[in-house]
């Protein structure tokens, strides 16, 4: 073999190395940044399955379509949902709420007494003039639970607009909290005579 071809393939053989290298670093560097962007290996391999989405998002880089935000439209008006052993006693319409997935710590204030450790009854009492908001958009947030804030899973996040009569006689209201032994959002209640606690904040409308 001549020099002239060993040294061509030489050239061949460092080219395609180096071209491995930028396409391994390349992506290297791609993962990283949709790391920090919340994407998670699940929505990244949905990714690598669908291309039509690669498809979507060039169309979106060359200027040709446009990203536009999900709302999340809730009817407060509508009658809630009640719970077995349950009936409704008062449900504080709040009229159509729309919950924008960037914004939903800015529109929902999480609110606690200053005096820790009062009962439900003086607490409703508290509340009697704050925008409380309904368990509509309690359930709404059950339905899409990417929309609750990764900050509220400490919490009980109470929904005072509707106030339920238990089986028991005892009014009740209901609240959001993160199960940590299935690693879940769910729902359930509290009735009045219960003390709350600083963790157990209520939600508010936040008026602009």
Not at 107 to 133: A, C, R
Request: net charge neutral.
């Amino acid at each position: 073999m001549s020099a002239r071809i060993v040294a061509k393939n030489k050239e061949e053989s460092l080219m395609s190395a180096k071209s491995e290298f930028s396409v391994v670093g390349l992506a290297h560097k791609l993962l990283l940044t949709a790391e920090e962007q919340g994407y998670t290996p699940e929505l990244l391999n949905n990714l690598a399955e669908h291309p039509t989405l690669f498809h979507d998002m060039l169309q979106v880089q060359l200027g040709h379509s446009d990203i536009k935000l999900l709302q999340y439209i809730v009817d407060c008006d509508a009658p809630p949902f009640v719970p077995t052993g349950c009936k409704v006693k008062k449900h504080k319409k709040n009229g159509l709420f729309m919950l924008e997935p960037a914004k939903i710590e800015t529109q929902v204030k999480l609110w606690t007494p200053d005096t820790v450790g009062i009962d439900g009854y003086k607490l409703y009492k508290e509340l009697k003039n704050e925008p409380v908001l309904n368990v509509n958009i309690l359930d709404h947030f059950l339905k899409y639970k990417h929309l609750i804030p990764e900050s509220w899973k400490p919490k009980n996040i109470f929904f005072w607009g509707t106030i339920y009569d238990y089986q028991s006689g005892h009014p009740c209201v209901r609240y959001l909290f993160w199960n940590t032994i299935s690693a879940e959002w769910g729902s359930t209640h509290r009735c009045f005579y219960v003390n709350w606690d600083a963790f157990s904040p209520a939600a508010l409308w936040r008026m602009s």
